[in-house]
């Protein structure tokens, strides 16, 4: 695809370049992602168009469901903090599951939107 031309008010243009695939891909991913870590640490509500609200935690879990290494680390985190061991590994373990977890949810709420779904966020009632 070619540049995109606006004209601006003062008679110049601005060159917009459009991006590829790949590109608007990553650019939804980056900007789902910031999204999501705000809805996380607001306790905000997910709306996803034809599926129900969730809150933000709720989804994070779910969107792991399925996911064989997520619900390994999951278990692992679990396991760790049952076993007693120090705070500092439970939470570094439990980082890690996060890590994983939110990347999964930004990965699906991605796929959504590029399947033409609206995903929202708003807070809870």
Do not use: K
């Not at 997910?46 to 879990?61: C, G, N, T």
């Amino acid at each position: 695809m070619s540049n995109m031309s606006i004209p601006t008010p003062c008679g110049t243009a601005a060159i917009l370049r459009v991006y590829n695939d790949e590109e608007r891909r990553a650019e939804l991913m980056q900007d789902l992602g910031a999204d999501v870590h705000l809805a996380l640490r607001r306790d905000q509500l997910i709306h996803r168009e034809y599926d129900f609200s969730q809150r933000a935690a709720e989804a994070l879990y779910a969107a792991t469901e399925g996911n064989q290494l997520a619900e390994d680390a999951f278990a692992l985190v679990v396991r760790s903090a049952v076993a007693r061991d120090p705070l500092a590994v439970v939470g570094l373990l439990f980082r890690q599951w996060l890590d994983l977890a939110v990347r999964q949810l930004t990965a699906d709420l991605a796929d959504r939107c590029e399947d033409g779904q609206r995903v929202t966020f708003g807070a809870r009632q």
